[in-house]
């Protein structure tokens, strides 16, 4: 079955750049997603990309597909202490149905 | 515009207890609809998935069921809950087709003692 792995946790300072990133094993997937959890909160979809795009980016958020090796990378720029949340991949694929994967989610912490 | 609404935000329920949350949608029509646990320390889980009504499909062998017996309505269930059935439970939904964003409800915090 579909298979989406990341590490469990990354630690950056306040004003770095933060790269998280997500392999996936269906090389059918359509849309890659970046979704943000914050504490006690449900999950809010970032961003998302086609897999048919390499790159996208909106504002200090920059997704990177590389289709080839099935990796998935999220990259926040100028990280700030609110981005401090878990951040999870996830992909879907063309079928019947629409069925999202998830990741285990990559917690990160912001160090002011 | 659509929306999610499910409930309740937290619940407390003793070993043995019944379980029921509910999830509802609006503003879409004939949307899959998803149950996702997260149980503490792990990654999000896909528990059910339901492309219609009473269609229903299940993901990992538990001591839950899910029903749909609306269009927009998506029920989780227990008849008897167990300590391992404690956790954060999201429901979410999709639209049908190829290619669709997961919009999830606020999520539910079991907690069984």
């Known amino acids: 079955g579909e298979d989406v792995e990341q590490s469990l946790f990354l630690s950056v300072r306040e004003g770095d750049s933060s790269v998280i990133n997500c392999t996936y094993t269906?090389?059918?997937?359509?849309?890659l997603y970046w979704y943000k959890q914050e504490p006690g909160a449900g999950l809010q979809l970032l961003t998302y990309?086609?897999?048919?795009?390499d790159m996208k980016q909106d504002q200090r958020l920059t997704v990177l597909l590389n289709k080839k090796d099935k990796h998935l990378s999220l990259r926040i720029a100028d990280t700030q202490t609110g981005d401090s949340a878990i951040y999870f991949c996830?992909?879907?694929?063309?079928?019947?149905?629409?069925?999202?994967?998830f990741g285990i989610g990559t917690k990160l912490q912001v160090i002011p | 515009s659509q929306t999610i609404h499910q409930w309740p935000a937290t619940l407390v329920q003793p070993v043995g207890s019944p379980l029921s949350l509910e999830c509802t949608v609006e503003?879409?029509?004939?949307?899959?609809l998803y149950w996702y646990r997260q149980a503490a320390g792990r990654g999000l889980q896909l528990l059910f998935y339901?492309?219609?009504?009473?269609?229903i499909s299940s993901e990992v062998p538990q001591n839950l069921s899910a029903s749909r017996p609306q269009d927009r309505q998506f029920i989780l269930s227990s008849k008897k809950l167990l300590l391992s059935d404690s956790g954060f439970y999201l429901c979410?939904?999709?639209?049908?087709?190829?290619?669709?964003?997961?919009?999830f409800g606020q999520g539910t915090r079991l907690t069984v003692v």
């Open positions: 269906d090389s059918s997937s359509t849309y």
């Open positions: 339901s492309v219609g009504i009473g269609q």
């Open positions: 503003g879409t029509s004939n949307p899959n």
């Open positions: 990309i086609f897999s048919n795009m």
């Open positions: 996830a992909e879907s694929t063309i079928g019947g149905y629409q069925k999202v994967t």
């Open positions: 979410a939904w999709s639209v049908q087709g190829a290619g669709s964003k997961a919009f």
